[in-house]
């Protein structure tokens, strides 16, 4: 059984030569497939600043939407089954 969660927002994570750099909060999603397999290269139209660092615009950074989980979807008979079989067991 899969665990569907409500879905309350999105972020796209900006990396620089490999190297993350930090992220902005998105209330829509910008590309259809999402996490690694959905990263693209870009080009930044504005300066991204984060804390100390900073991108200049013009820059290529690499991107990637993750989408931000909420609650489990269902009453709480479902959400305690889903918790229950998500376990990993691991017999030493």
């Not at 899969?2 to 994570?13: L, P, R, T, Y």
């Not at 990396?15 to 590309?31: H, P, Q, V």
């Not at 080009?43 to 820059?59: H, M, R, S, Y």
């Not at 989980?69 to 067991?89: D, F, H, P, W, Y």
Request: glycine share 8%; aromatic share 10%; proline share 1%.
């Amino acid at each position: 059984m899969k665990a569907e969660f409500n879905i309350i927002g999105f972020h796209k994570d900006i990396y620089l030569n490999g190297k993350f750099y930090g992220s902005i909060k998105m209330d829509e999603a910008d590309r259809e497939t999402m996490g690694y397999t959905g990263r693209r290269v870009e080009v930044l139209d504005q300066d991204f600043k984060n804390k100390n660092k900073k991108i200049k615009a013009g820059t290529e950074v690499v991107s990637e939407c993750v989408p931000l989980c909420g609650r489990i979807k269902g009453n709480m008979e479902q959400v305690i089954q889903t918790l229950a079989n998500s376990r990993v067991v691991y017999n030493y």
